[in-house]
């Protein structure tokens, strides 16, 4: 039962975790009013509660990726980010449920319900997440490929502490027998025959990834890649896998047409770039209205400590790859900039005041100025210096395409991979702008809010 539970299909995984979610609100609901009420509960059970209750609740889930099957339920980062989005859940179910229906008083209920599910629902996804780990270790991740795409593979995998045993192919078969990485007998020994082997060790594999370019693939195994897939196992390519187990995209699968390919948000999402601009502006202004005492009392402390203006300006590229001046409080000596492209762990350039700003993130608030007129978003990929901007063009395939968007104070890319020092780091936080860019929506922005404050709170900015 526990093995069909977890192989089965994703949509039917989260349909079930859905179905589950309601099933528990409404029973908890049920229950505290029977409890609180006895024989009269029936009179209190106000359905209007539903309306506002099981859609955000569920929603809340969505952003978080409750409903993600490949998401580690189980991890420290997604249990943290659980809770700051039940929070939030929180206050805004008891707001709506205040102001819209009128419910006064079951409002205790609902904000029992509130604070049991998501004790519940925790302990229920770690269950899930166990057995589903427990599950997939058992099972085989086959890689068709043996040249430059699949040795880069393995490597992220092993980067990534894949937990499943890795099984790589010969597309040819030239090289069965040989390691994965010539000279390296610690790599996988290719495999010759994939069909062969999924006809007799078929019920082992978990699922196929193609690491091979499909115009070096056999003709005769693309086709029999493509029954497998709908008869027998899950057969992906390098670009699905990566954007559904880690919501990145390889460099190594976009192409110079990309941005044409069906699929691409971006270039249907004209009422969400209106709605987005309207936020922005809403709180550019109300942040500024509430965070006046903070940004005099960070202005007086970076004046205070250390010679210089206050305010650290750099030309910075944005949208369609057009300058504009970035604003931020100082948080390095004067003159900081010229020494080091980037700024290194234990950098002696950052000032004591500095350091704390760039911790807490309080050093961006000035980019509010820049998000109210228009140069940038709440959400986006970072506004980098013009001057690695132009390295980075001539070094990284593809790097114009995160300029499709305006930049931002918070973004994928910042939220998921630390503070960028090298080429290396650049390649690797573009994977994560090139998946916003394509993805670009409402629930992806909700998504980074909610990181972001984990972020935050947990001291991760630099």
């Known amino acids: 039962m526990r093995e069909r539970l977890f192989t089965m299909s994703r949509i039917f995984f989260k349909l079930f975790l859905v179905l589950l979610d309601v099933f528990c609100l409404t029973g908890f609901y049920a229950l505290s009013l029977r409890v609180r009420f006895s024989e009269n509960f029936a009179s ?15 929603l809340t889930m969505v952003v978080i990726g409750g409903y993600n099957r490949s998401n580690d339920m189980s991890s420290l980062r997604f249990v943290s980010e659980h809770v700051i ?18 419910v006064i008083a079951a409002r205790a209920n609902v904000a029992l319900v509130l604070i049991v599910f998501p004790l519940w629902s925790l302990t229920v996804r770690y269950m899930l997440a166990a057995l589903t780990r427990k599950t997939q270790v058992k099972r085989s991740l086959y890689i068709v490929g043996a040249g430059e795409q699949a040795v880069d593979f393995f490597h992220v995998l092993k980067s990534n502490n894949w937990p499943q045993n890795l099984v790589f192919f010969d597309p040819t ?3 069965d027998g040989a390691n994965l990485i010539p000279g390296d007998p610690s790599s996988p020994i290719i495999q010759g025959d994939l069909i062969d082997a999924l006809e007799t060790r078929g019920q082992e594999v978990d699922s196929i990834v193609i690491a091979e370019k499909a115009e070096d693939l056999p003709q005769s195994l693309l086709e029999k890649l493509v029954s497998i897939h709908f008869m027998k196992a899950q057969v992906q390519t390098l670009y699905t896998f990566f954007a559904t187990h880690w919501k990145m ?3 190594s699968q976009v192409s110079p047409y990309w941005a044409f390919e069906e699929g691409f948000r971006l270039n249907s ?28 009392i960070v202005a007086m402390a970076v004046r205070l400590s250390s010679a210089g203006p206050v305010v650290f300006k750099q030309v910075r590229v944005g949208r369609d790859e057009k300058p504009f001046t970035l604003y931020k409080f100082r948080t ?15 950098d002696k350039r950052i000032t004591r005041v500095g350091s704390l700003l760039r911790i807490t993130r309080l050093d961006e608030l000035l980019q509010l100025w820049n998000v109210l007129r228009g140069e940038m978003s709440v959400i986006g990929p970072r506004a980098e210096w013009k001057k690695i901007v132009d390295i980075y063009e001539n070094k990284i395939p593809f790097y114009h395409f995160r300029h499709l968007v305006k930049p931002g104070i918070t973004g994928w890319a910042q939220v998921n991979y630390p503070y960028g020092e090298n080429d290396r780091d650049a ?24 990181k972001t404050i984990h972020v935050v709170l ?5």
């Open 44 to 58: 209190y059970f106000d359905p209007y509660v539903f309306f506002v209750l099981l859609p955000t609740t569920i």
């Open 85 to 102: 989005a039940s929070v939030v859940n929180f206050f805004l179910v008891l707001f709506l449920i205040y102001f819209l229906t009128g």
């Open 173 to 175: 078969q030239e090289k």
């Open 249 to 251: 995209v390889p460099v």
């Open 269 to 296: 999402s004209l009422t969400y770039e209106r709605a987005k601009r309207i936020f922005d502006i809403i709180f550019a202004l109300v942040g500024f209205l509430l965070l006046w005492p903070i940004l005099v």
């Open 332 to 346: 390095m000596v004067v003159g900081s900039e010229e020494k080091d492209l980037y700024t290194r762990p234990e």
């Open 427 to 450: 390649v690797e936080k573009l994977k994560y702008d090139l998946y916003y860019v394509r993805h670009y929506s409402l629930l992806l922005d909700l998504s980074i809010c909610l």
């Open 458 to 462: 947990f001291g991760q900015g630099r």
